[in-house]
């Protein structure tokens, strides 16, 4: 533990699935203490207790506690701004869960009473410390592929949605909110300056009709680069969870870091095998000789997601800027809402000017 430092004490609001994922993480984190956890369900209140956590008797015992600094709110989404709002009007700082809310009013409601109390408000993307994505960001600063004219980011399951709120739109049920929230902010963060002058998206409804249970999505970058993002729950062949093409090469980056750049050498050497079927013959697609291209393996990346509490920790003290910045989330929020437009209206939309 690093002495020097202010010591913080959090409460978390929700203890289901991410709530215990949050124990889990700020138990592991210097300088941050866990004061206890809130949940409407005994059968949670009883977990907490059984791992050692004081559970609060309700959400206003949790806020009146003067111990707690910061409370995390990790709820169905529905719930995030009046519970982000109580406890930012108690005066505790907030780490709310994704999706930060379900629309851009609600999130403008939400920044509103943060900017009117003082409080720190930030939201829990912590797939920007994705060691896949990160790779893949590297893949594109680097340069090793030359200039990049399409990244596709895909996560592709095949158990549909989980059977709770997830799959009721008045809870914020669907897969534009729930995996969309990620794969957009990375896109965001993958190309930092750049503007997304329009959407196209289609949505499916394989296994549910009420909210989204997939979706595709083109993104086109002032420069031209498509940002192509597919999530699905219906897949039972899946795909590379990312791919990156530039001109002078491509990778393919899957879950856990693996997978492989393969770039050219000699782009005069033309030499093919045509690739035959028994109805055609191509010279155009057929693989490039060895001779021709080299593989290379992806660059390192590390990360550690304690990082996102150590930020929120010295953004509270003034020592530093948050990683996760309001106006980037509220992009993000118009981006799945605009996501969600373009499916409905079946037409490209103008995103940025
Ligand atoms: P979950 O259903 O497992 O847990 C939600 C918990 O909230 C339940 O235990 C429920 O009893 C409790 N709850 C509901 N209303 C409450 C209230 N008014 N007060 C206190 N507790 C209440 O759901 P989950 O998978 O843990 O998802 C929770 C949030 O975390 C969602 O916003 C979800 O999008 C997000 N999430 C984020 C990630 C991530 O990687 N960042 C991953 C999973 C879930």
Redesign the pocket.
């Known amino acids: 533990m690093n002495n020097d430092k202010r010591q913080f004490h959090i409460a978390i609001?929700?203890?289901?699935?991410?709530?215990n994922w949050h124990r889990e993480t700020i138990s592991r984190t210097e300088n941050l203490h866990l004061s206890g956890s809130?949940?409407?369900?005994d059968a949670?209140q009883t977990f907490a207790r059984e791992h050692g956590l004081h559970a609060y008797n309700s959400?206003e015992e949790l806020l009146a506690d003067p111990e707690v600094d910061i409370v995390t709110i990790?709820?169905?989404?529905d719930?995030?701004r009046p519970?982000a709002i109580q406890a930012l009007r108690a005066g505790k700082n907030v780490v709310c869960?994704?999706?930060v809310t379900v629309s851009s009013a609600d999130l403008r409601q939400m920044i509103d009473v943060a900017e009117a109390t003082g409080m720190h408000f930030t939201v829990?993307q912590?797939?920007r410390w994705d060691e896949d994505f990160l790779c893949a960001k590297k893949v594109v600063e680097d340069g090793t592929l030359g200039p990049v004219f399409r990244v596709e980011s895909a996560v592709l399951g095949c158990r549909g949605i989980p059977g709770?709120?997830r799959q009721e739109p008045e809870h914020g049920g669907g897969m534009i909110l729930?995996w969309g929230v990620h794969l957009l902010d990375q896109i965001c963060q993958m190309f930092p300056g750049r503007k997304i002058r329009t959407v196209y998206a289609t949505v499916d409804h394989v296994t549910n009709e009420l909210v989204d249970d997939g979706f595709y999505t083109d993104l086109t970058l002032d420069d031209g680069t498509v940002a192509h993002v597919e999530v699905g729950t219906s897949h039972f062949i899946g795909k590379p969870r990312w791919k990156v093409f530039g001109r002078d090469g491509s990778a393919e980056i899957d879950w856990g870091c693996r997978g492989k750049i393969v770039c050219v050498t000699d782009r005069s050497k033309n030499d093919a095998v045509p690739i035959r079927t028994a109805a055609g013959l191509t010279k155009t697609m057929a693989p490039r000789t060895d001779d021709t291209i080299k593989e290379l393996p992806l660059p390192e990346v590390h990360s550690d997601i304690r990082d996102f509490y150590r930020n929120v920790m010295d953004t509270i003290d003034g020592l530093a800027e948050p990683k996760i910045k309001l106006a980037e989330v509220a992009r993000v929020m118009r981006l799945m809402e605009t996501v969600r437009r373009s499916a409905e209206e079946r037409r490209i939309l103008p995103f940025e000017d």
Do not use: Q, S, T
């Not at 609001?13 to 709530?19: A, D, E, I, V, Y």
């Not at 809130?38 to 369900?41: L, N, Q, S």
């Not at 990790?74 to 989404?77: C, E, G, I, L, M």
């Open positions: 609001c929700g203890l289901g699935g991410m709530g809130f949940d409407i369900a949670r959400y990790a709820v169905p989404n719930l995030h519970l869960e994704k999706p829990h912590n797939r709770d709120w729930d």
